[in-house]
Every structure is written in C-alpha cells, then in structure tokens.
C-alpha cells in the first residue's frame, strides 16, 4: 500500500509540476466514446444533418484540384501533431516510408502509425500516436447520409488522433483541409468536458459536428482557420494568429467564426473569410434560451462510513475474531463520490444529451488521505459546478424539458490504512435516477412529470420563486437493509475492538442523502 500510494503521490506532483496548463490535448476535439480504446471503432453517436438539396459552391478560380498547386499530393504526406503549452496545435505534413492504409471503405477512413515520428504536448510523447484520414467523409456525420454524397465533400481530407500522452487518453478530431482551395477548417464543436484528475483542468470529453449549433451553416462556410503551402518541395500548414489566440484564451470554448462578413476572402498572408461563405445567404435561427443551474447543495442527512478490516482473521492468539470486511467502528461522516447531470430537451430540439454540471470522483489514494470526499452527518456542502453547469439551446417551443441525473458513491474505510477508500455503494449510476422538470417559459409554470428509480427517491420537490429560479430538492436513500449490529470485544491484551459481521457486503448505514439546486432560465438577445 506504501508503494502504491508513493506512486500515486509521484504521479500528482509531476502533473501540479505542469501548472494550470498540464497538457490535455482533449482540449481540441474529442470523443467521449473511444476514448479508451484504440481503433476506429468509433460511428456510434454520428448523426445525419443532411438536407434534401445540393450544398450550394460559389464560383470561383477554387473549385480546381490544380488551384495554386495540385492538391492532390495532399493525401500522399504523413501527418503529425504536437501541442504547446496552451495546446494550441502546430501540424506537420511529411514524406514518409510508411503510406496511409485503408481502414474503412465506408468511411474512406485510411490509418497511419505515427509513433515515431516526435509528436509532442508539452515536450511529452505522444505514445501511442494513431492518425486516421477520412477523404470525403465527415467521421461525425453518418458516412451514408445526404450530407456526406454532396458534391463538394470530394475535396475535403479530415484528420483525427487516437493515442496517449503520459497518462491522458486521446481521441482528438482535428481539421479538414480542402485539397481545392488549400483553406483548412475546423470541423467540431466541444460538447462536453471533465476535469483533470488532481489539477481539476477542464478537457473535452466529447464533440459533435458544426452543422448542429451556432447558425446551423456548413463547416466549411466559417473563416478558415489556416492555409496549406507547398514550397521548395515541402508541404506545410500555416496557422492564422486570430484562430491560435482563440485556442490559448480559451481551447474548450473555440467554435469557428465569421469574424467580419465584410472582409476579404483569406490568403496567405492573412484570414478572412472562406471562398464558400455566401453573404447572402438567409440564415434562419431559431429563439435562443439559456439554462443554468446556478447553485447545487449536497447534505448528508445521515449516511455513515464505517470503518473496516481490510484483511480477515489474521490474529487468533490475541482474540481477534473478525472476516475481510466486517465493520469495527461506525464514523460520523461519509465519503462520497458523485456526478449531477443535465439535459435540456424539448419537441424541436436535434440533440438532446445529458452534460455533467458538477462531478468528483470517488476516492482513493491522495483524495482519501487528504479527506476531500468527506461530509459530516448533517452537514451540507456547495458542490463546485464544471464547465457545463451552463447550457444553450435553440427552441421555439414554450415547454422545456430539464432532465437531472444523481449518480453518487459512497465508500468506507479501511481499518488501519488512511491512504484509500474501500467498498463502493452505488445509490446510483449510469444515470439511472433521474427528475424530469416540464417548465413553461410564458407562464413559468413548472412542475415534476418524471422520475426514475422511485425505491430510493424519499421525497422530491420542485418549486418556482420569487428570484425567477427554479428550486429543486431530491432526498435519497441507499435502502441497504437494516444497520449492522457491532459488538464490543475485549482481547487478551485488555484492548477493545469491535466486529459487526457483514464480511463484504453491505452494513446498512448507506442512509439518506439530499441534493437541492436552483436552476434560471433565460432568454438569449440575439
């Protein structure tokens, strides 16, 4: 255990030693889905976003292959990326001995091993380093749908990373590059973040494509974010200064832009806007809401952790009589590990998902030794929101739908050992127990129309106030049986103990729990 926790500890203060900026290339474009596992296993969760006409392509010296150099070489060179210390991408293009394989005829998704080829973030290897190419194919869009036949998606290449950088799982999608024009565009939307263990860093999670938020335009009719080079026989790509000032302020927020519709298209000595981007053109939006949920509390009612032997029956000689397991001491605090969700829904609304408003996860190591999962019986904590406590969506519906999932451990602890947690009790997961909150944004009528897992909900209640909130309280819990019974002992040395008898299971004190939150809804000026 001594050894284990060292390694741990060694581990937390190489990643604090990064500073604020501990690289997480999760800060472009990830997926939440494949994030653990390479391949390209990864077409669950795609959607189609195409309609029933033809993308419209301006006319112009563009729409050739041979436009400025002959683009199809493009697709010959090796890729590769590193990351700074505000991961803002640099990307390379290089002649290589190993070609592109296909992987995915559906999705012409062609696979390369870039090992060794001195990807870095923040000077760290990226090992494994797994690059996959898609040419005329969105991967965050379904590869049969209407939007992926469009004619002009022949001359776009989308690149992706799968890999890991000391001890962060990547799955990053990056960029198209139009092999017509030599523009390259971003291509995803960051649709949910985590936090960085220890340093408690935001990072993407998951993304989808453009086409879905914003002003609902094609990914290629925002400002380009570079251009492609060829020169002297080398191929590069230049990024545009505004787009890596965007990335250093704030990575998890970047979506492309029309910065000025009025300024030319960009070159390559400066942006400006995409050959594709038609002034025009009548965007139709719909009315944008807000939904916030602006103060979430956590109240351990009376849920006890207990403390444990960590090993079975070990000393007879002195009296102890006791099984892995069993219960010694019962503390009047908890442990608790958690993650609320939400999810804003309503009749016309494309994509509806629950997104984590404020989570911790459930201790061991230097999170146990330092105590940061404790709540006192009868105490009550403000819960630190994540970056998506915050959700805007688009609707001209008058009845929304506000989904929250309370997924929540609890642990006991170990007899003698003060570095970990031990016995998770699952009140519930995989969000499982849930309220559905019908709110009506012209009367504020609100009320509950739905819950799940009702054995465990005590009581629920939703209410409107005076501040112009919606105030949610839920009661909890764990309906584990019947309190282990501990029984004082004395041993031969004449010191006490205690052995309840419940071995591995369950002792009964996973009580009751309460969250409440209050939640604004508001309209957007557009």
């Not at 060179?77 to 390379?92: C, H, I, L």
């Not at 282990?484 to 006490?496: C, L, P, Q, R, Y």
């Amino acid at each position: 255990m001594k050894k284990s926790y060292l390694l741990f500890l060694i581990i937390s203060m190489f990643m604090m030693s990064c500073g604020g900026h501990f690289f997480n290339p999760r800060y472009y474009y990830n997926r939440s889905e494949s994030s653990a596992s390479l391949g390209d296993e990864d077409s669950s969760g795609v959607v189609d976003i195409g309609g029933s006409e033809e993308a419209e392509i301006p006319e112009g010296p563009w729409n050739n292959q041979d436009y400025v150099f002959d683009g199809s070489i493009i697709r010959d060179y090796a890729f590769g990326v590193s990351f700074d210390v505000n991961n803002v991408p640099a990307y390379k293009f290089f002649k290589s001995s190993t070609a592109w394989a296909l992987q995915d005829s559906l999705k012409n998704g062609y696979y390369y091993n870039g090992v060794n080829d001195g990807n870095k973030a923040q000077s760290y290897d990226i090992d494994p380093a797994n690059f996959y190419r898609y040419d005329g194919k969105n991967p965050l869009v379904s590869p049969t749908s209407k939007y992926n036949s469009f004619e002009i998606m022949e001359r776009f290449s989308f690149y992706r990373l799968q890999g890991e950088a000391v001890i962060v799982p990547l799955n990053n999608y990056l960029i198209a590059v139009d092999t017509y024009s030599k523009f390259v565009f971003a291509y995803g939307k960051i649709t949910k973040t985590e936090k960085a263990p220890i340093v408690g860093t935001p990072y993407p999670v998951e993304f989808q494509a453009v086409e879905l938020y914003g002003e609902k335009r094609n990914f290629w009719e925002y400002d380009p974010i570079g251009i492609m080079v060829y020169e002297n026989g080398e191929l590069k790509l230049e990024l545009y200064e505004e787009y890596k000032k965007e990335m250093a302020q704030d990575a998890n927020n970047f979506f492309p832009k029309i910065h000025d519709p009025d300024r030319s298209m960009a070159s390559r000595n400066s942006p400006g806007v995409s050959p594709y981007f038609n002034k025009d053109k009548v965007i139709v939006t719909k009315p944008e809401i807000k939904i916030s949920m602006t103060e979430l509390y956590f109240k351990n009612i009376d849920s006890k952790t207990v403390k444990r032997y960590t090993v079975g029956n070990i000393s007879d000689f002195l009296g102890g009589v006791w099984d892995k397991g069993d219960a010694r001491e019962v503390m009047d605090y908890g442990f608790f590990g958690y993650d609320v969700k939400m999810k804003v829904s309503a009749e016309d609304i494309i994509v509806s998902e629950y997104k984590s408003v404020a989570s911790k996860d459930s201790g061991t190591g230097i999170g146990a030794y330092l105590r940061r999962y404790e709540v006192g019986v009868g105490s009550e904590v403000a819960l630190e929101f994540n970056t998506d406590k915050d959700q805007t969506v688009e609707t001209e519906s008058k009845d929304i739908n506000i989904d929250l999932s309370f997924n929540l451990t609890k642990y006991d602890e170990g007899y003698g050992d003060y570095n970990d947690l031990y016995w998770p009790y699952k009140y519930s997961e995989n969000d499982n127990l849930y309220l559905t909150i019908k709110f009506n944004k012209e009367t504020k009528n609100v009320e509950l129309i739905g819950s799940a897992d009702s054995n465990r909900i005590v009581s629920k209640e939703v209410k409107y106030n005076a501040q112009g909130e919606i105030e949610v309280t839920i009661v909890i819990d764990g309906q584990d049986g019947d309190h282990i019974v501990i029984e004082d002992k004395e041993n031969t040395w004449g010191a006490w103990y205690g052995v309840g008898a419940c071995g591995e299971g369950v002792t009964g004190y996973n009580d009751k729990v309460q969250f409440r939150c209050k939640i604004k809804v508001e309209d957007i000026e557009k």
